[in-house]
């Protein structure tokens, strides 16, 4: 895990688990986090949490306000926790590449693995030509690529 990473997770769970956090400085590691280039989506959540913790922060700010900041800064832990759990698996293998027939299946949601029936096929091409048919709203060139796909496995068949 990253080492800044685990200080600002170690820190908004302190801050989280106080009677009575520090705004300010919450207010500060937040902006920090939220200019980072580590993650698109740590630094979505803490845009989402600055202006609620920047309210708490001013003197004016209410109890009701404070505990909001307080439960806001869930979403950034959500964020930290998720980029310093363990992956498991197999990881970095892409997937094999489908072949022209799988991808014609695919197009029609027909499944992969069995014989297709000429009829099975031409009832999947009129269910999803309604939707990629120019006068359905869809536009032509999907539905000249789903009549490809219905020919071909046609005569495949």
Known sequence: MDPTIRQWKLAIERARAASDPDFREMAQLVAEIAVTDID???RQAAAQ???IL???T???AD???KEMAQRRLGIIIDALHTLSVPRF???GLTPK???QEEQYRQLLGLPLGRRLAATEIHQAFKRAAKTVHPDGGGNGQAFLELAAARDALIRHH
């Open 40 to 42: 698109e989506t740590l």
């Open 49 to 51: 949490v600055l202006p």
């Open 54 to 56: 920047r309210q708490a």
């Open 58 to 60: 001013q003197k004016s």
């Open 63 to 65: 109890r009701r306000t």
């Open 89 to 91: 698996g197999r990881r």
């Open 97 to 99: 590449p489908l072949t």
